[in-house]
């Protein structure tokens, strides 16, 4: 069993910046595939980051290229989502998930196999 348990999401203004934390339990942190997902009211869940156990191999959504920087620490047993420039568009529950079997840095949600329960961003204008 793994737990996720997402932190640093809040209100922000247009422009701003936000950094999430995902902390998880286990002694085989790193050998997760980790990602993140956000959901916004209304819409389907889409995949915004993921990073791969060693952290080497990193893959951002298009829509974030540029603003939104994926990292972990495997000492910590901490994956983080820095969040820079921020629009009203990127306003969502943000979800960290980890893929426990494979190397690859899936970028659709039925690839990863345990999941935190969110946390919410919203950026006003």
């Known amino acids: 069993q793994v737990q996720l348990v997402e932190s640093g999401g809040g209100l922000v203004q247009a422009g701003g910046s936000l950094r999430l934390s995902c902390k998880a339990s286990?002694?085989?942190?790193?050998?997760?595939?980790m990602g993140w997902f956000r959901q916004a009211p209304g819409k389907e869940r889409e995949f915004v980051a993921g990073?791969?156990?060693?952290?080497?191999?990193?893959v951002n959504a298009d829509s974030e290229k540029g603003r939104f920087t994926i990292s972990r620490d495997n000492a910590k047993n901490t994956v983080y989502l820095q969040m820079n420039s921020l629009k009203p568009e990127d306003t969502a529950v943000y979800y960290c998930?980890?893929?426990?079997?494979?190397?690859?840095?899936?970028?659709?949600?039925?690839?990863?196999?345990?999941w935190g329960q969110g946390t919410q961003v919203t950026v006003s204008s």
């Open positions: 998930a980890a893929r426990l079997w494979g190397t690859v840095v899936a970028e659709t949600s039925s690839a990863y196999n345990y």
């Open positions: 286990g002694r085989t942190f790193s050998t997760y595939t």
């Open positions: 990073i791969s156990w060693s952290g080497s191999s990193t």
